[in-house]
RNA sequence: GUCCCGGUAGCUCAGCUGGAUAGAGCAGCGGACUUCUAAUCCGCCGGUCGGGGGUUCGAAUCCCUCCCGGGACGCCA
């Protein structure tokens, strides 16, 4: 269910929007011809330049409903049209095929649709009433470093954050941190035991050693309990089954241990709270400046971890056990979802509650108190089941209703897995996740290399070197994220992305880079460029009139990237916007044109595109760079 | 076993509510830098859209079925 536009801007879109203009114009065009309201025109853009620029294709579906001939039907419809003058008249040569109605923009029009986007905000005025939109990202562990996984949260969460914070909506970032249950109760306990031991020191942890003994101390915990059993089974012997019980035993202590140390830590026993408040610190200052390196907008502020609902969980359970959402199941508490077979556990048979638990407290949360009319979880596909049962039961529970009796959205906004490139999920040849402060520095390190390499002893002060290849490197990484369907795994190539050629996202940059370099030597020649911006479009190439169509374009791809939670949307139609500037550049002389009009138009025209492309790579959330 | 997601060019991917000869990038081959940055542009090569049925004037797109790959499936998070 996606937001309809606000009236209120409605006509203020259509005087920038030509799909939308026609679209109307070809509906009206129905209504009057068939006394059919509110028919869908099915107007796009058109499939081949010779046909136009834009095409309806509603005569044919029209035609089998009506029972007449298609063509007919698209001769009444071209009849009745009146395109007010943004497209050449339609005749009967309009139609063509079995009832494709073809629509070519004139000229003027085209001008001035885009001297209409050219104002600050660029096609995209504020909502009249915003919505609020709580987006689920980053979700990072205490104790543990960042690695691939959180690449994707991270990135596509910001970049769909940030397309709805430039529709103009309120945006609240939530980083649900893992910093609560019994893994974190065992490393805080293993912290404390080296601390103790004087092996470390709690004022001066760091997250690498804090990722080994949160690996030790899920080791420690962890016992081969079916291996033991089989060996049993199958009697392999009293010395096997004498080490894996000694094994069990000792896991089976370290187990018991983290339980009491957890017992501590929801009693704020001071010397564990201690502890567990260093960790957390060492690990969300870490986490933080990753956050800052990767131009994801994750703060302090965002920070809701498990632990903030801690305290919130009984009543939860104690709510649903009373109002009957919930049911005893085994021993456990379950609430049934329709539609899903498996029940959604809140309580498990010794009392503990579990993250569904934890996650309807939140949504209760970021629906009653955060005010959020959309709650999106930018989350690992994997967790599918788990977020169709904990949305189905916030619903049940009555927590997705607002205080005004409207129902709050909840959307699963999934990922797919990142691939190596032998196919599976990326790791390091000895199995572990990659981290991803490395991938980061491999991509910039390979994007200064380039730079040195295309630029040799002009590449520029070091200093310069290096800031560039920090953004063209998280540039290309986060665009190579981005580009491709969210919902699917995709393969992770440096060798790919750092090509720096083709479909990347430093491409992107260089297109924009070419634009600065532009305005540079046009004032150098003394150009007067404020004459430029408002100087009058005059599009006669068809370079200029292709960019001049992908411009009126964008604020139509930004909202479908809100409605849809697709980024890759917005990295396409960038793509093919900095594919038509580049054909323009290449073919249209701007600072050399042949006469006073073109050069100021052409300024003008690459003076807006350069602050569409601005616009949408900052909504993407890549760093710019503005030379190359 | 049940459910979810995928299968489009050698590789990585687009393909919007079904529409006109299925598009990019990379790789390969061939062109374009005394003219605004060649991280660019132009051309060529390359596809039984996993297989088979069906619906339709029209299917990569919708329905059925099968094959292949990945994932998830009550007391971990």
Redesign the pocket.
């Known amino acids: 269910m996606s937001p309809t536009p606000p009236a209120d801007n409605h006509s203020e879109l259509q005087q920038i929007d030509p799909e939308a203009l026609i679209a109307d114009a070809i509906t009206v065009a129905i209504e009057r011809a068939f006394g059919i309201e509110n028919a869908?025109p099915?107007?796009?853009?058109?499939?081949?330049p010779?046909?136009g620029d834009f095409?309806s294709?509603a005569a044919?579906?029209l035609?089998?409903r009506l029972g007449k001939n298609?063509r007919e039907v698209a001769a009444a419809i071209v009849e009745h049209a009146d395109l007010g003058g943004i497209a050449e008249p339609l005749t009967a040569e309009s139609i063509?095929?079995?009832g494709?109605i073809?629509i070519t923009l004139n000229a003027d029009a085209l001008s001035g649709l885009l001297e209409n986007l050219d104002t600050p905000e660029l096609g995209l005025p504020t909502p009249a009433s915003p919505e609020t939109v709580v987006v689920d990202l980053c979700g990072v562990n205490l104790a543990k470093q960042m690695h691939v996984g959180h690449l994707r949260s991270n990135v596509i969460g910001d970049t769909i954050a940030r397309s709805f914070e430039r529709l103009g909506h309120t945006v609240v970032r939530q980083n649900h941190v893992?910093d609560?249950?019994?893994?974190i109760a065992m490393v805080t306990g293993k912290v404390k035991a080296e601390a103790d031991a004087g092996r470390i020191a709690l004022d001066d942890l760091d997250l690498a050693t804090l990722n080994r003994l949160y690996k030790d101390a899920q080791l420690e915990c962890a016992a081969d309990r079916r291996g033991l059993a089989a060996v049993r089974k199958f009697d392999l012997g009293p010395k096997a089954e004498a080490e894996l019980e000694e094994q069990v035993a000792s896991a089976e202590e370290a187990l018991a241990a983290a339980k009491q140390t957890l017992v501590k830590l929801q009693s704020h026993d001071p010397e564990i709270e201690a502890v567990w408040r260093s960790i957390e610190r060492t690990t969300m200052e870490v986490c933080l400046a990753v956050c800052a390196r990767l131009h994801t907008r994750v703060t302090d502020g965002d920070s809701a971890g498990?632990s903030s609902y801690a305290t919130e969980l009984a009543g939860v359970v104690a709510d649903l056990v009373d109002r009957g959402v919930a049911e005893e199941?085994?021993?456990?508490l379950?609430v049934r979802v329709e539609g899903i077979?498996?029940?959604c556990?809140i309580r498990?048979?010794?009392g503990?509650?579990?993250?569904a638990t934890?996650d309807l407290a939140a949504i209760r949360r970021r629906v009653q108190t955060l005010g959020g009319d959309r709650l999106v979880y930018c989350v690992d596909?994997?967790?599918?089941?788990?977020f169709r049962q904990v949305f189905g039961a916030a619903h049940k529970a009555g927590y997705t209703t607002r205080p005004d009796g409207s129902t709050a959205t909840l959307e699963h906004a999934a990922f797919?897995?990142v691939?190596g490139e032998d196919?599976k999920p990326l790791k390091t040849r000895s199995g572990e996740n990659i981290k991803l402060d490395a991938l980061l520095d491999e991509a910039v390190e390979r994007?200064e290399a380039?730079?040195r390499e295309?630029a040799g002893e002009n590449a520029g002060e070091a200093g310069d070197v290096r800031t560039?290849a920090e953004a063209?490197g998280i540039a290309a990484i986060k665009y190579a994220d981005l580009?491709?369907?969210r919902?699917?795994?995709?393969?992770f190539?440096f060798d790919?992305m750092v090509?720096?050629?083709?479909?990347?996202g430093?491409?992107l940059l260089?297109a924009r880079?070419?634009i600065?370099?532009?305005f540079?030597?046009a004032a150098s020649r003394g150009i007067d460029l404020s004459a430029s911006e408002s100087a009058p479009l005059r599009l006669e190439a068809e370079e200029e009139k292709t960019l001049a169509l992908l411009l009126l374009r964008t604020p139509r791809v930004v909202r479908g990237v809100a409605d849809s939670l697709e980024p890759?949307?917005l990295c396409?139609h960038l793509?093919d916007l900095a594919?038509a500037f580049?054909?323009f550049?290449?073919?249209?002389?701007?600072?050399?044109a042949d006469d006073e009009a073109t050069r100021l138009s052409r300024l003008r025209l690459a003076g807006l595109t350069r602050r569409v492309l601005t616009d949408g790579l900052e909504t993407l959330g890549l760093p710019l760079v503005d030379?190359?």
């Open positions: 869908d099915i107007v796009g853009p058109a499939r081949n010779k046909f095409q294709n044919m579906p035609g089998k298609p063509a095929g079995p494709f073809n893992g609560w249950g019994l893994p498990e199941s085994d021993g456990a379950v077979k498996e029940p556990l498990k048979g010794d503990g509650f579990l993250y934890t596909a994997r967790q599918g089941l788990h797919g897995t691939l196919g994007a380039a730079i295309r560039a063209i580009q491709t369907e919902s699917k795994d995709y393969v190539s790919r090509s720096f050629e083709g479909n990347t430093p491409y260089y880079a070419r600065n370099s532009m540079e030597k890759h949307r396409a793509y594919v580049s054909k550049y290449d073919r249209c002389p701007v600072v050399g030379r190359m």
